[in-house]
């Protein structure tokens, strides 16, 4: 093991502020195959389904983007819609069976990842791509040490030593901001308040120094001033690190005010992706611009009605023909000879531009949606549904810390 | 309808007025003797009222009492101390026997409608128990009577003899807000009852209760902590912290000229989406720390630990709720002053 101590120890030595710059090129035992001048990280026509005893539900049908470095990737989508299942695949922790992946390739820095034995995979988790998940009471193991969990990852990845590890756990507390580091090492999660426990959990993402960072609704059951304190931490050492940030989430303020660029996801499918100055300023999918609406704000007329979108998601054991929004969609009576109810659109270039993508029969979607008014089946309302969301879970979290990389 | 919307104007007596309320629970040393160590102070001498028909929000962060509140007025807790006047009579000292006639008056709309719901009963069944208990109609109507409910709340009344676990989280909430309903209660304490709920959902919902509230003349109680929802659901706001309200006041003064840090502190928190997404960027102040332990808060003002203006007498004194300009704002800071700029963006 000793032999291939990494060229970074020396540095396990600096703690504090020092210990923020960024990093020398790390040689890496599992270095083989990774191009370091390939883009970082590209995932195309990902497809997972999940194998139910009522049949195939396609949680992820056809999923593609790519996050550079130093980029923030937003992941914007409702409950089932398919967005941890993409996270989990990318990281490769997804509970197999049920879930399967059907094809696509995730490529990270041109090799892909799916196609690496279980072993090789294991070892580029947290060390090239690691994840910060929501709850982090559950994601981490209440029987050990903060100090423990977060050593384990530089003994088995690097092959530190007891004393070595615990001191850079120290530098790695110190650096997600939790105060008396050095006495706090010691301490089990359930010692930690729910924002801390949280930072805890970046520093163990961070431990390895990834190249991706994947943030699962990382703010979700936290307090707003603790959400904001958290997402402040995120893109500090982004900046530091100048990793790649993808974070899920389905709060329009956490991407507005996080992400560079924006996937809308809805029924496993995406059905818009931009710049989310872009996105969020001009949607080009009536989803989106659903979402906008149903959303209230803290300026303007407090007493403006709200619009909600009619009814609830699909299940996507049955998903509706055509496009999965056409039940809900307030538009779908201005495309002609019912499109929207046979047949899918294609993800293609909007009005707005070649890197605005839209997933919509209509041409001009903004502009319709800005001069007609939304009419929609009141039945959709009375439909009670078989909500897959609802039982075919994406594994728990409980059993995604444990399958993650602190227990090798 | 008409009249009962006009004899809830303003100036009538209050539907609920709540005076120093306080609520602790003892902590128990381990062991054979089981003697009391310590009160965890979850509600520390609130006062507030809400007429006929209004809504009161109650904002704060996790742990400060907001739903221990909602929990205490609707007795599940036992008050410690402090009176709670629910259209002139007292609450507080009354027995549970006591207080079954008002309990029709005060429901409850909780905020998961997974747990809250359940899942061996059918949605009739669920709907029909307190018209039962209450008997507040004939027990041949009662199905019927289940049917407008369901129909009142947007779902299908042929519906009635399914579970719960047909039916997507929204509509689950539309069942326990039915049931909620049941009795045509004068008072509801919604407690988060849409923060377990799809994005898309969310305004479904507000947008229902709203529509209830004009229609049966209903004052809520709206507990939550997504300050953009309550500023669009109630015109009166109460922000609270570690067990006190801080500060007190119409929607307009809270979020436009807050006076309290603390409310200032929040309200900079939330990320604006329209702002942000053309490139705004607000002067966020940023809290230290967390929300000390209500077993032990900090002496004087609760909130001086975390706070920027703290000077020694906020660890001296604690800060009165004061009065400031308009009767309806109440403000408890030495140092209060309104900042009018928190919701501003600079490009």
Request: charged residues 25%; contains cysteine.
């Amino acid at each position: 093991m000793s032999t291939e101590t990494p060229t970074t120890t020396s540095e396990g030595d600096s703690v504090g502020y020092e210990g923020r710059r960024r990093r020398a090129p790390k040689s890496r035992p599992e270095d083989e195959g990774f191009d370091a001048s390939a883009p970082l990280l590209e995932v195309r026509d990902l497809q997972v389904e999940f194998r139910t005893r009522d049949g195939v539900s396609r949680a992820v049908n056809g999923a593609s983007f790519s996050v550079a470095e130093g980029e923030t990737l937003g992941i914007l989508g409702e409950s089932g819609c398919g967005k941890s299942v993409t996270a989990q695949a990318i990281m490769g922790i997804l509970d197999r069976p049920p879930a399967h992946i059907a094809g696509g390739r995730v490529i990270l820095r041109g090799v892909d990842l799916l196609s690496l034995p279980e072993e090789t995979r294991r070892k580029v988790r947290a060390d090239r791509i690691a994840m910060v998940f929501q709850d982090a009471l559950s994601a981490l193991n209440p029987v050990f040490s903060v100090g423990w969990q977060l050593s384990e990852l530089h003994r088995r990845h690097r092959g530190y030593g007891k004393q070595e590890a615990k001191k850079e756990s120290i530098r790695l507390l110190d650096l997600v901001g939790i105060p008396g580091a050095a006495d706090r090492v010691n301490d089990y999660p359930h010692q930690f308040s729910g924002g801390m426990r949280q930072r805890v959990m970046i520093a163990m993402s961070l431990a390895l120094d990834p190249d991706v960072l994947i943030a699962d609704e990382p703010t979700t059951a936290l307090d707003v001033t603790v959400q904001a304190q958290i997402l402040d931490l995120l893109q500090e050492l982004q900046r530091d690190f100048g990793s790649a940030i993808v974070i899920i989430t389905h709060d329009l303020g956490v991407i507005a005010e996080m992400a560079d660029e924006v996937l809308v996801m809805y029924a496993g499918r995406c059905v818009e992706y931009g710049a989310t100055r872009e996105v969020l300023t001009h949607p080009e999918m009536p989803y989106t611009w659903g979402l906008l609406n149903s959303v209230p704000e803290l300026t303007g007329d407090p007493e403006e009605a709200l619009l909600p979108i009619p009814g609830s998601p699909p299940s996507l054991l049955n998903p509706p023909n055509g496009c999965a929004f056409h039940p809900r969609c307030g538009y779908s009576h201005l495309v002609p000879a019912d499109l929207c109810t046979r047949e899918l659109p294609l993800l293609e270039p909007s009005p707005r531009g070649e890197s605005h993508l839209k997933r919509c029969h209509l041409l001009d979607p903004e502009n319709d949606m800005r001069t007609h008014e939304p009419a929609v089946d009141d039945d959709v309302l009375e439909q009670p549904d078989l909500l897959v969301a609802d039982r075919v879970q994406a594994p728990d979290q409980q059993t995604l810390s444990t399958a993650g990389d602190s227990n090798g | 309808m008409a009249e009962a919307a006009t004899s809830a104007s303003r100036g009538a007596a209050p539907l609920l007025e709540v005076r120093d309320l306080v609520k602790h629970f003892p902590v128990k040393s381990s062991g054979l003797i089981r003697r009391t160590v310590g009160q965890v102070q979850a509600i520390d001498g609130i006062s507030f009222s809400i007429d006929p028909g209004q809504s009161l929000g109650l904002v704060g962060e996790s742990g400060c009492g907001k739903s221990t509140t909602g929990r205490v007025l609707m007795k599940l807790y036992e008050p410690t101390r402090g009176e709670m006047l629910f259209d002139g009579v007292d609450l507080a000292p009354l027995s549970q026997r006591q207080m079954l006639p008002h309990r029709k008056d005060i429901q409850l709309i909780f905020q998961d409608p997974y747990s809250s719901l359940n899942p061996r009963h059918t949605v009739g069944t669920i709907i029909a128990t307190p018209l039962q208990v209450h008997k507040v109609v004939p027990e041949k109507q009662v199905i019927d009577r289940v049917k407008d409910l369901l129909k009142l709340v947007g779902l299908n009344p042929e519906h009635y003899n399914r579970y719960p676990s047909e039916f997507s989280g929204g509509q689950r909430q539309r069942i326990g807000i039915a049931r909620a309903l049941a009795l045509t209660p004068k008072l509801m304490i919604a407690d988060e009852p849409v923060s377990a709920l799809d994005v898309s959902i969310q305004a479904q919902v507000i947008n229902l209760l709203q529509d209830l509230q004009r229609e049966f003349n209903i004052a809520f109680l709206f507990i939550a902590h997504d300050l953009a929802i309550v500023r669009h659901f109630c015109p009166e706001i109460a922000v609270m912290y570690l067990g006190k309200i801080v500060e007190i006041g119409d929607r307009d003064t809270i979020y436009n000229r807050p006076h309290h840090p603390y409310t200032q502190a929040l309200l900079s928190a939330v990320p604006d989406v329209k702002q942000a997404a053309i490139g705004g960027r607000r002067d966020r102040i940023r809290l230290q720390g967390d929300v000390p332990s209500p077993i032990n808060p900090p002496s004087g003002c609760r909130f001086r630990t975390r706070c920027w203006k703290a000077q020694d007498i906020c660890a001296a004194q604690e800060p009165p709720l004061l009065q400031i300009g308009s009767a309806e704002h109440q403000v408890a800071c030495h140092f209060a002053e309104p900042n009018t700029n928190i919701l501003a963006t600079s490009a």
